[in-house]
């Protein structure tokens, strides 16, 4: 709900909660007093009615008397007037059939033991009226006929007609909720106008230069009208919007200055990843390259060295005579060690560039090296290949090679697994690759930011050079799982 509307609200609620009690009150007011008035006019004329007729009871005689009180009840604010005997028995009444009839009325016997004048509101003949019952004394007029014994006589009722008063306390009361409803309405009616003028409005178009400038239009500028409060107001979201207005020009600034910046630096970034990938692929080229040139030399040379020398020691053996038991063994065991040292160098060979992997391709390389590694290592190697019916490109052969080489030895170095799975899986667009051990696992941020963690840096670094991605999961005790893809189309 809007403020001025709440506003609205409380000055018309505020007017209410004083004006109806107040209205209330008012009128009661005037009603008691009416009622006052009444009863004392009451007072008055059945006072002025029981001078009148006490002086008939000592003049005249009951027919004058009961003729003056016929009369007197005609009058149209008279209902009735009754005249009563010491023993409450009507002696004169407007109703002449009331005449002789005797009155069991409280207040009459205490009127008639007392003295005190008596009032009362009663309904008769379907009107609500004001009874005053006032006690005829006996006097020294009365004495002749009534004798000294008693004090009071008797009594004189008249009943006042009260409708007249009701009628105009009903009219008081129309007139009075007319004229506070009026009131209600102007004073409400003009307070909030008041208001509306002169807080809601400059309120509302404050709010829709606030709303303005939270859409981004920083121009946006509050009308200042007056010198009041609100006017303060307006001038200090002027002076806000002012600052906020040169605080975006600044920060749009930046934001352009910034913008550039990170601009130049990802170029500098994309540059540099280039450059380093270029690097890392002519390192990882020539790294192959002197790997297979090494090997080359080790067969050529060394392994065709000690070959000579296995068969020049074979000679040696065959030309010792029987008797010289001692050096034929001697140079047996120096035969057995020279095929010992060229196994382990063709081993070397192997581990270097295996001559399976140019000549046969990647699927009969790894069955080689996972025979030759991990059979012999007590490990478990399952190996499963889809869709490597022909040769890879060379450079993803090999980089598949030097991963699984790499994943291997570090199985064999640190997980104390049992099995491996090993599985291959070529798409039309991608080459995919799962390693899976059962071994003790490993926490693998704290293996990459180890300062020694060649191992895995180098088999990421691998994977990236060809366009890889490669996601490694493991934890302690739940064994290790790497899986990498390759694009066919390398950069």
């Known amino acids: 709900m809007k403020l001025q509307y709440k506003i609205t609200l409380s000055i018309f609620a505020f007017l209410l909660v004083v004006g109806v009690p107040g209205a209330i009150i008012m009128l009661d007011f005037q009603g008691d007093r009416a009622a006052i008035q009444f009863e004392e006019s009451a007072h008055t004329i059945a006072l002025t009615l029981h001078d009148t007729l006490l002086h008939d009871m000592t003049e005249a005689s009951q027919e004058h008397i009961q003729e003056a009180v016929s009369l007197i009840a005609e009058r149209p604010l008279i209902n009735e007037v009754v005249i009563l005997s010491s023993s409450q028995v009507v002696y004169a009444s407007g109703e002449s059939e009331e005449i002789g009839e005797v009155r069991d009325d409280t207040e009459i016997a205490q009127v008639l033991a007392t003295g005190e004048i008596a009032t009362r509101t009663e309904s008769q003949y379907g009107q609500r009226e004001l009874c005053v019952i006032l006690p005829i004394f ?10 000294s014994d008693a004090p009071i006589l008797g009594a004189i009722e008249v009943g006042l007609d009260q409708s007249r008063l009701d009628a105009q306390i009903q009219e008081q009361t129309l007139i009075m909720g007319f004229i506070a409803g009026l009131t209600f309405l102007i004073v409400g009616g003009g307070l909030a106008f008041m208001f509306r003028s002169l807080v809601a409005s400059p309120l509302h178009k404050l709010a829709a230069s606030a709303r303005l400038i939270a859409r981004g239009d920083f121009s946006a500028r509050a009308e200042v009208r007056s010198s009041d409060e609100i006017g303060t107001v307006a001038l200090s979201f002027n002076e806000m919007a002012e600052r906020v207005q040169q605080y975006a020009g600044d920060l749009e600034d930046s934001k352009r200055d910034l913008e550039q910046k990170v601009e130049d630096r990802t170029i500098q970034l994309q540059q540099m990843a280039t450059l380093r990938g270029q690097l890392l692929e002519r390192l990882s080229s020539a790294q192959e390259e002197e790997r297979r040139r090494i090997a080359r030399e080790l067969h050529d040379e060394a392994g065709q060295a000690l070959t000579v020398i296995m068969m020049d020691l074979a000679r040696v053996i065959n030309a010792l005579p029987d008797e010289a038991t001692e050096a034929r063994e001697r140079v047996s065991q120096s035969r057995a060690m020279a095929a010992q040292t060229l ?52 450079r993803i052969e090999t980089t598949l090679f030097r991963v699984i080489q790499e994943a291997s030895t570090n199985i064999i170095r640190h997980s104390k697994a049992t099995t491996v799975d090993i599985e291959i899986a070529r798409s039309d667009s991608v080459v995919r690759t799962t390693i899976v051990d059962n071994g003790k696992g490993f926490d693998v941020e704290a293996a990459f930011d180890a300062p020694m963690s060649w191992g895995l840096r180098g088999i990421r670094e691998r994977i990236a050079v060809v366009g890889g991605e490669l996601t490694l999961e493991s934890a302690e005790g739940k064994g290790t799982r790497i899986e990498f893809t390759i694009p066919l189309e390398t950069r």
Not at 364 to 381: Q, V
């Open 138 to 147: 006996n006097g020294p007029d009365c004495i002749p006929c009534h004798g």
């Open 343 to 394: 196994a382990e160098l063709r081993k070397l060979i192997n581990d270097l560039r295996p001559e399976v992997l140019d000549q046969l391709g990647l699927v009969p390389a790894l069955r080689s090296y996972a025979k030759r590694r991990l059979d012999s290592e007590n490990i478990e190697a399952r190996l499963r290949f889809e869709g490597l019916e022909g040769r890879l490109d060379p």
